[in-house]
């Protein structure tokens, strides 16, 4: 499995981490992939993991409470919340740690979202910036696994996108 192909930056001075990542796909499917629960749960959580939605209502003021399903079926629960989205181009939001109801839990970082699509040809670039309230927050999701973990995520896209599973 190659990991090497999502581009990972970190800013300390700014709290931030920068993610670039190409699919070869062309932009209608990419914001698909990335915009639908239903594709979503198809490969946003790393194996053996699995996502699982409880719902999504993808407009901005919307939210998507998903959790991520471990192979001993525990639970992680996750929600984002969409603050801006211009089709095909970019959405944003912020995306938290919570309970099965949605409601969050303090103890894990909140993260501002900027995903941005670009066409390149027949591929398509994304490129997401995460930003944090502290480093400590960003440090804390990176120890917890984010690099490794939404790699792999973008792994599983990529093998959607060959098996035209999407």
């Known amino acids: 499995m190659d990991l090497s192909k999502t581009k990972f930056t970190v800013d300390k001075e700014t709290n931030s ?15 698909k992939a990335w915009t639908d629960c239903k594709i979503m749960d198809l490969w946003w959580a790393p194996k053996p993991w699995k996502a699982q939605t409880k719902s999504m209502n993808f407009k901005e003021g919307g939210s998507w409470l998903y959790c991520m399903v471990g192979p001993q079926g525990e639970k992680h629960w996750a929600c984002a919340e969409f603050t801006k989205i211009e089709f095909q181009k970019t959405y944003q939001g912020i995306d938290y740690f919570c309970d099965e109801s949605g409601i969050k839990n303090t103890e894990f970082p909140t993260t501002q979202w900027e995903n941005h699509f670009s066409s390149n040809n027949n591929t398509t670039v994304v490129n997401v910036k995460l930003t944090f309230s502290s480093l400590a927050e960003l440090e804390k999701l990176t120890e ?5 973990g939404f790699a792999m995520a973008h792994t599983n896209l990529d093998e959607l996108i060959i098996s035209k599973t999407i």
């Open 17 to 31: 981490i920068l993610v670039n990542r190409e699919f070869n796909a062309p932009i209608e499917l990419v914001w």
């Open 144 to 148: 917890m696994g984010f690099k490794e």
